[in-house]
């Protein structure tokens, strides 16, 4: 079946600038991970959800990131006024209920000039 | 707040030897550990799974041990392939949110 998919692949955009990063999870895994990578390091976790709700958003690093799941599927991050230090690889992950194991899309690297 | 460190940061070895990587961690109250591999401009794939009862996991060539009280994991490969190269991280999880490490960059050389 089709795993984790994330849109666009590349996002190149200009400082201060409002983007927008898309996950696709797998088909009725009801847990949605966003992380973020930068380069040479581990991918640090932004916001989980369980269904539409937002379970845990600590990771969020200040009010200009935001994210949500409308419909408890696909869930959209949002980045407004975007800075150079946000330019990383954005990752997602989708988990089925009652696993322990998340299944990583393949990211979206967006770099800010 | 939990810390994962992860050593060599990178690692080259010849075809067919066997290696060890190690990780650790600052805080042992952990639910699992998991070894993850990451390939260039590629998401992560989960290589093994070890919840915080269990000693040791096996995957093929894999054996993933844990050693929770003394917040340490090894990731063992034998037998190792070019095709093996790749980006191991390994992440820990309390709640939902897995904490990683920066992972060690591995090349096996033909």
């Known amino acids: 079946g089709a795993g984790v998919s994330q849109t666009p692949s590349n996002k190149v955009t200009e400082k201060g600038k409002y983007v927008e990063l898309r996950c696709d999870p797998i088909s009725g895994h009801t847990a949605l991970y966003w992380y973020r990578q930068s380069l040479g390091q581990g991918p640090e976790f932004l916001i989980y959800?369980?269904?539409?709700?937002?379970?845990?958003d600590s990771g969020l690093p200040n009010d200009r990131f935001f994210a949500v799941r409308p419909e408890g599927s696909v869930s959209t991050l949002k980045i407004q006024r975007t800075e150079r230090g946000d330019s990383a690889v954005y990752l997602c992950a989708s988990s089925s209920q009652g696993s322990d194991t998340q299944y990583f899309g393949p990211g979206t690297r967006l770099t800010v000039l | 707040k939990q810390e994962v460190t992860q050593i060599p940061a990178a690692l080259s070895v010849p075809e067919g030897e066997n290696l060890v990587l190690n990780c650790s961690f600052t805080d042992s109250a952990i639910y699992n550990l998991q070894w993850f591999r990451q390939d260039p401009g590629k998401g992560l794939t989960s290589l093994l799974l070890?919840?915080?009862?269990?000693r040791e996991q096996t995957s093929g060539r894999l054996n993933a041990s844990l050693d929770k009280s003394s917040g340490r994991s090894t990731l063992y490969i034998a037998a190792s392939q070019p095709g093996d190269s790749a980006t191991y991280l390994c992440?820990?999880?309390?709640?939902?949110?897995?904490?990683f490490g920066k992972g060690t960059k591995l090349t096996v050389n033909p």
């Open positions: 959800f369980q269904g539409t709700g937002a379970a845990d």
């Open positions: 070890i919840q915080s009862s269990q």
């Open positions: 992440a820990v999880t309390r709640s939902e949110k897995l904490v």
